[in-house]
């Protein structure tokens, strides 16, 4: 095993039972639309209008519901709508910034008073793939990219993070993509850990 896939993460919410209620309704259930690379997620039906000081975007809301509230973006996009936000692992929350999310439907709108973030880039693995290449949850690496795109970029301070409920797969934003002209690639993006 020697490389391993590279997935663009694109703006997203993650929100509580007690949100979803709040914007879609009393046992409101997320609808999945499509299934994403790590077990048991899913992009819903579901999107939501993040609002901030400056500026709105639509987002989507992945599932499962969670135990907490979060907003992932990329730097350009917290910029757009006026919002500074923290490079931070997912979960990591603390004096992050807040935004109103808001149902474009209904209107119903629930104002966070914090949790939105830009994603850290990260890769996930099984125990058995953190073996096989050498490395331990919360590790930092540097990722290569493997494929030919035009732009060669080195993905430093990546870090890792190791679970059994996980499969083996990179996740980086739609800037970092960008600047990687990984729109360019048809096909799989694989990258591989540079020693």
């Known amino acids: 095993m020697?490389?391993?896939?590279?997935?663009?993460?694109?703006?997203?919410?993650h929100v509580t039972k007690d949100t979803l209620e709040k914007l879609f309704g009393k046992g409101f259930e997320l609808v999945p639309r499509a299934w994403l690379s790590q077990p048991g997620q899913f992009a819903s039906c579901q999107r939501v209008i993040v609002?901030?000081?400056?500026?709105?975007l639509k987002c989507s809301i992945l599932g499962p519901t969670r135990d907490?509230?979060?907003?992932?973006?990329?730097i350009t996009d917290a910029r757009s709508i006026g919002i500074s936000a923290p490079v931070?692992?997912?979960g990591d929350l603390l004096d992050t910034p807040g935004v109103t999310i808001i149902n474009p439907d209904n209107g119903n709108e629930i104002k966070l008073?914090?949790?939105?973030?830009?994603?850290?880039?990260?890769?996930?693995?099984?125990?058995?793939?953190?073996k096989a290449f050498g490395v331990s949850n919360g590790d930092i690496v540097c990722v290569?990219?493997?494929?030919?795109?035009?732009?060669?970029?080195?993905?430093?301070?990546?870090?890792?993070?190791?679970?059994?409920?996980y499969r083996l797969a990179m996740h980086i934003d739609t800037d970092?993509?960008?600047?990687?002209?990984?729109?360019?690639?048809?096909?799989?993006?694989?990258?591989?850990?540079?020693?």
């Open 51 to 56: 609002k901030g000081p400056k500026g709105s």
């Open 144 to 165: 290569k990219v493997l494929n030919d795109t035009g732009r060669k970029v080195l993905f430093d301070d990546t870090v890792v993070r190791v679970s059994d409920n």
């Open 113 to 130: 008073s914090s949790g939105v973030i830009i994603a850290k880039r990260h890769i996930h693995m099984t125990p058995n793939d953190a």
């Open 88 to 90: 931070r692992e997912s």
């Open 176 to 195: 970092e993509a960008n600047a990687a002209a990984l729109g360019t690639v048809k096909g799989i993006v694989k990258g591989e850990i540079v020693k």
């Open 2 to 13: 020697a490389d391993f896939m590279i997935e663009t993460s694109a703006r997203h919410v």
């Open 68 to 74: 907490k509230d979060q907003v992932e973006l990329s």
